[in-house]
């Protein structure tokens, strides 16, 4: 689950970004509507969080233009504008949620698993491979009746490869899904984490093999008996 934050104030942002990140979700951060353009040409998201005082443009104007270009994208608004008109405002511009500052991160995860939970571009919330389920909306992963633990790049890595269990995942798409827009899933990152995770799940004796595709990627698929 990839999300872009719009927010100036870049420690507030930064915030933001530490819990949700926290929480297992994939995280970009910009400050100007002109960065937001300019990520969003190139990169897919699958929920918006998008603060109304922007330093070179309007918040309710971006959503506007959103909700034009896709009818069923998430978006949440977070900002210090707590008036009534401005949430009816907000809301009327196409917002899912309306979120004043300050607010406790825990209901800012709790609203972005609300707005997922409705949103008809989710079409089905549980993945599952082998005795691995994986739930998009509430970000649990389990083997069989036991809630998994791994650290975060094995767990990003995991989920990515239940979402595509028998199909190759590119190492370019898992570079582009595990990385954040400031910081690089680098080539050597991804080998660690595969074999940090090959090591997982021999340990929990699992029913799954990650296989290598030369020059390709990775496949998740049931070990032979």
Do not use: W
Not at 42 to 56: A, K, N, T, V
Not at 105 to 132: M, N
Not at 162 to 191: M, P, W, Y
């Amino acid at each position: 689950m990839r999300i872009l934050v719009i927010e100036d104030n870049n420690r507030f942002g930064q915030l933001v970004v530490e819990h949700l990140s926290e929480a297992d979700y994939i995280v970009d951060l910009v400050g100007r509507v002109e960065e937001f353009y300019s990520i969003t040409s190139c990169m897919d998201f699958d929920l918006y969080i998008i603060d109304l005082g922007l330093p070179d443009g309007d918040g309710i104007k971006l959503i506007e233009r959103l909700r034009r270009n896709n009818k069923n994208m998430p978006i949440i608004i977070v900002t210090a504008r707590a008036g009534l008109d401005e949430k009816i405002k907000g809301l009327d511009a196409g917002a899912d949620d309306y979120l004043v500052k300050p607010f406790n991160h825990q209901e800012l995860l709790a609203r972005i698993r609300a707005v997922l939970r409705r949103k008809p571009t989710i079409q089905s919330e549980l993945f599952t491979a082998g005795s691995f389920t994986f739930n998009l909306t509430t970000g649990d992963l389990n083997c069989g009746d036991r809630q998994l633990k791994l650290r975060r790049g094995e767990r990003r890595l995991l989920t990515l490869l239940i979402q595509h269990t028998g199909t190759t995942v590119t190492r370019e798409l898992i570079e582009n899904r595990l990385k954040n827009f400031q910081e690089n899933c680098s080539s050597n990152a991804i080998d660690k984490m595969v074999s940090r995770l090959r090591k997982a799940l021999v340990k929990t004796k699992s029913d799954l093999q990650l296989k290598t595709v030369r020059g390709v990627g990775y496949v998740l698929e049931e070990a032979r008996r």
